[in-house]
């Protein structure tokens, strides 16, 4: 699949010794999570990524036959050594998180820096089921659908606020629908008068 990049990108892409890394953004109801693939903390576009390293795995990207991301499966693995305890991740488990916002992005190391050149976004979209797995290793498994995936599904029942709100709780568009006074519910006189 053919993508586009910013000029910024392919900059950072045309540069001597780039290292690529993961970024990984969790919005719960409590808060923003934010992962790197690197080591230690990493400020980045306003947020201060933890370390990852090799806590989180992406199964797979589907892709639509459009070039669309339809989902992706993540798992988040325990390793108290990266600073993901097996009670960070039954904290993680605990929060928030359907429908929540996920975002993965591949970014760029400048290496006379040491901080993100610039990022492409590899995958936005919300969480749609997880589980807690306990084994050898603990971890929650994820499965994502992009936010692409509303454009194709097919309407049911009415979008009023508390639909739309469960969607993006800060969208005040469809406030006041179904509250003027019963102007949706006028019969529509067709033909002659």
């Known amino acids: 699949m053919a993508i586009s990049i910013s000029t910024a990108f392919q900059t950072a892409l045309d540069g001597d ?3 690529g890394v993961g970024l990984f953004v969790f919005e719960f109801g409590t808060g923003t999570y934010a992962f790197w693939t690197g080591a230690g903390e990493m400020p980045y576009n306003g947020l201060t990524y933890m370390a990852g390293g090799s806590v989180i795995e992406i199964d ?4 639509k036959a459009n070039g669309a991301v339809g989902r992706m499966n993540l ?3 325990a390793d108290p050594e990266k600073g ?5 991740l039954i904290r ?8 929540k916002k996920v975002l993965v992005q591949y970014g760029l190391l400048d290496p006379d820096t040491g901080q993100i050149a610039h990022a492409m976004v590899k995958f936005r979209g ?6 807690y797995v306990e084994g050898e290793v603990n971890r929650i498994e994820a499965k994502c659908v992009s936010t692409s995936i509303d454009l194709s599904r097919s309407g049911g029942g009415y979008r009023n606020d508390s639909t739309q709100k469960l969607i993006d709780p800060n969208d005040t568009s469809l406030e006041g629908i ?12 067709w033909g002659q008068a």
Do not use: P, Q
């Open 75 to 77: 798992h988040l693995n």
């Open 17 to 19: 010794d780039r290292e």
């Open 92 to 99: 993680l488990f605990d929060e928030d998180w359907h429908n």
């Open 178 to 189: 179904g509250t003027l006074g019963g102007a949706l519910e006028k019969d529509a006189k």
């Open 60 to 63: 797979s990207i589907v892709e």
């Open 126 to 131: 919300r969480l749609e089921h997880a589980e």
């Open 84 to 88: 993901i305890s097996d009670d960070v």
